[in-house]
């Protein structure tokens, strides 16, 4: 196991203020050139005495691009002049500070339409933003500026135009104020299984009969989903349904998931000689995986797995859950039992470099313990024997040179005695190589996610190791993270702990002592869990409207008190808040909470999937909840992203013959949306109607569409029943693309 490195300060030429953190991420940048701080009182005071704006940099240590802008200006002394010269720097690691990463991502957002790491935002000294974005190169370039450039750009406005800069900070802290806050309803819903049905229809709207998953490339498990469809495939009742529509659907459901879950095991994305998952896949297919391990997905994907295990009885979900923890067991559990952050993508600044094989390496690695013949079948069950399918995205030639392993032919001889001995073997030579790097931080939440999955475990499994693995790292929460007075921190890394807890880390250590208790835990982890909810209902809920901040009631740096929703890809803290109450009994919590966020859960439902599974659990319990609208619903808020993604595109449809039928699209200015074949790395526009057969669809040619264009969708023979239809786009005018978006039309046969 390869840590984190740590910097060698006799070696160096700079030291800031960073090398006195404990953050991994910090740490990297402890030696730049840069006078970075770290986020706190000592920044803030010196913008003010100063009179200095603040650059805000905030990325994580296993994210690729943060190291290339580190490589390409914060590492370069003249870039770092310029830094010092006009700015207070403050460097954050968003995994310790999910509160600031979250309130000035909205705010990047809302100025750019869109949202990454690193994300790079300029606030005025009482932090209020007003410029933002992610990575910057270091140089002008394709008629765009660069870092350096932005930087005096920036400069030149907070000393000469200071009412303009002023104003459009206070326009935008008002925006997150609004958006801060959840719509209200505006007229009464009814929360029940019919409004879940149409909820879970839409939110696999996206779904890829094809390849499995859901939406398009960049490729992501999405965890919440996944487990609010098994949820609803758990709970749905069928009894009341004499036509079975709701059996069937659940069926469709269910295949949908199996699909999803076999391809992630079969593909790239699933490290197949350690038993993890990469963090998301670059393309549709799951092949070339971006080769991050973080534990969140892997804790989230077991879960998954372990569910889908008991529902079905597929012996080969179990046996993938077992991988996915043993190799979290194996890698990435300190000697005191709890759980690593996440491990890096990259090797010597080289993507995926100890992951990557050719077929002389495996040959070599294999060729004194096995036959030729037999080395020659683990080629051809592992896709070598196809050719390259990995080439380099930032260096080499760009065509492929090595391969992710995958099995492109599905899971047949995955378990072959001789096969597994291989894999075995390949994997020893692999821990010879140089191991990217990990991330020794332990965050309270992600640490949570472990612990219930590998309790879940134990009890699905009927496997005491890993509820007692689960234990063992409850403890250490217990003892390590919380204080005498049941208040939680969100981190520690070498046995200092720091920073006051958030949402999140009180609702899942909740919801994961409930799981401790569910499967037979030693201690009383109920009770436990019972204390830490009245611990979370002081901190963060809202009396006054329902539901729970982000932030503590005590946290005094932040200039707005946000209130999420939302998945991230982790699940809400709301969500998960309302679970763990209808869990302990405490049915009006829950209530409230799902009233709060009711309306916006209708609207955005595709990025609410844990919280749709609360309601589900709701509904379950006790019955429809019905929300009443407010006097403020009708407030003039701001749009969000996806809504505008949404409005950007008007259609029309009609029957140009019993068997083609035609998607008129308009277009709103300035923006324009991608075309079927786009080029490298955009979105493509994509119309598929699930349940029925189609010849071909007539896409317009170019790669990009603006104004007015058609799409017309030839069918194998004329519709007898209503059609989905489903559209996904993405828009972007010249500067700034906005959130893809899939949406749904009823089409009525002609």
């Not at 094809?210 to 939406?215: E, P, Q, R, T």
């Not at 869990?529 to 006054?544: P, S, V």
Request: aromatic fraction near 10%; include cysteine.
């Amino acid at each position: 196991m390869i840590l984190l490195r740590e910097h060698n300060v006799t070696q160096t030429a700079h030291t800031n203020r960073l090398a006195n953190e404990t953050s991994p991420y910090l740490l990297q940048h402890a030696h730049n050139p840069v006078d970075w701080y770290p986020w706190g009182p000592e920044a803030f005071e010196a913008a003010r005495s100063q009179d200095k704006p603040i650059f805000l940099s905030v990325g994580y240590s296993t994210c690729y691009w943060c190291h290339v802008m580190e490589r390409e200006s914060f590492e370069n002394e003249a870039v770092a002049r310029e830094m010092n010269q006009r700015f207070i720097n403050i460097k954050v690691d968003r995994e310790e500070r999910p509160d600031v990463d979250q309130l000035y991502m909205t705010a990047v957002q809302v100025l750019t339409q869109q949202g990454g790491w690193p994300m790079s935002v300029f606030l005025l000294p009482d932090l209020r933003p007003f410029y933002g974005g992610t990575y910057f190169p270091p140089a002008d370039a394709y008629g765009r500026p660069g870092f350096v450039t932005l930087l005096r750009a920036i400069d030149d406005a907070y000393r000469n135009r200071r009412a303009d800069v002023n104003r459009s900070a206070e326009q935008l802290l008002n925006i997150l104020r609004q958006l801060a806050e959840p719509p209200p309803a505006s007229q009464r819903i009814t929360i029940n299984w019919e409004q879940i049905d149409e909820l879970v229809r839409r939110s696999t709207a996206d779904y890829d009969p094809v390849h499995g998953g859901f939406g398009g490339a960049p490729r992501f498990p999405r965890q919440t989903l996944l487990e609010m469809l098994l949820t609803y495939l758990r709970l749905r009742p069928v009894d009341l349904d004499p036509q079975s529509q709701i059996a069937n659907r659940k069926a469709q459901i269910l295949s949908m998931v199996r699909h999803t879950l076999d391809a992630m095991a079969n593909g790239g994305i699933r490290d197949h000689l350690g038993g993890g998952f990469h963090r998301y896949s670059t393309d549709a297919q799951w092949l070339v995986p971006h080769f991050e391990i973080m534990l969140y997905d892997n804790a989230m994907l077991a879960w998954c797995y372990l569910e889908a295990y008991e529902q079905t009885e597929e012996l080969r979900y179990a046996r993938i859950a077992r991988g996915i923890l043993d190799f979290v067991l194996r890698e990435m559990t300190s000697p005191q039992g709890a759980f690593y952050t996440a491990f890096d993508a990259e090797v010597d600044a080289r993507e995926g470099g100890s992951y990557l094989w050719t077929a002389p390496q495996v040959q070599q690695a294999l060729e004194d313990s096995f036959t030729p013949e037999q080395i020659a079948e683990f080629l051809h069950v592992y896709g070598l024997d196809r050719g390259p399918n990995f080439a380099d995205p930032h260096h080499g030639t760009g065509r492929a040179e090595s391969n992710v392993l995958y099995l492109p032919d599905g899971a047949d001889r995955e378990n072959d005695p001789i096969i597994v001995k291989m894999r075995q073997a390949l994997y020893q030579a692999r821990r010879k190589r140089k191991q990217p790097l990990l991330d020794t931080k332990i965050i309270t939440s992600w640490n949570a996610l472990m612990i219930r999955a590998l309790a879940y475990a134990g009890q699905v499994l009927q496997e005491q190791q890993y509820l007692h693995a689960a234990e063992r790292a409850a403890r250490f929460l217990v003892k390590h993270h919380m204080t005498e007075e049941g208040a939680l921190y969100r981190t520690s890394r070498d046995g200092l702990a720091k920073y006051e807890a958030f949402l999140d880390d009180y609702a899942f250590l909740c919801q994961a002592m409930l799981a401790l208790h569910d499967a037979g835990g030693d201690e009383n982890w109920r009770d436990q869990a019972r204390a830490l909810a009245k611990g979370m209902q002081y901190r963060f809920a809202d009396e006054d409207r329902g539901g729970f901040y982000f932030t503590s009631c005590d946290a005094k740096d932040l200039i707005v008190r946000q209130k999420v929703a939302t998945d991230s890809p982790l699940p809400s803290g709301n969500a998960v808040a309302a679970m763990v109450a209808l869990e302990l009994g405490d049915r009006d919590t829950a209530a409230r909470t799902l009233s709060v966020f009711a309306q916006q859960l209708l609207q955005q439902v595709e990025a609410m999937s844990s919280m749709l599974e609360a309601a589900m659990l709701y509904v379950d319990q006790h019955g429809e909840l019905t929300v009443e609208p407010t006097a403020d619903a009708h407030s003039r808020r701001p749009i969000s992203p996806h809504q505008l993604a949404e409005r950007v595109v008007t259609v029309a449809t009609s029957w140009r013959s019993p068997t083609e039928l035609e998607l008129r699209l308009q277009i709103l200015p300035p923006f324009h949306i991608n075309s079927n074949a786009p080029a490298g790395g955009m979105i493509p526009t994509e119309v598929r109607v699930p349940d029925a057969q189609i010849e071909a669809i007539d896409y317009p040619p170019g790669q990009t569409w603006a104004g007015q264009t058609s799409i017309v969708v030839r069918f194998r023979q004329p519709a007898t029943q209503v059609l989905r239809v489903v559209l996904r786009y993405q828009a972007c005018d010249e500067s700034a693309c906005l959130p893809d978006v899939a949406r749904v039309f009823e089409i009525s046969p002609p």
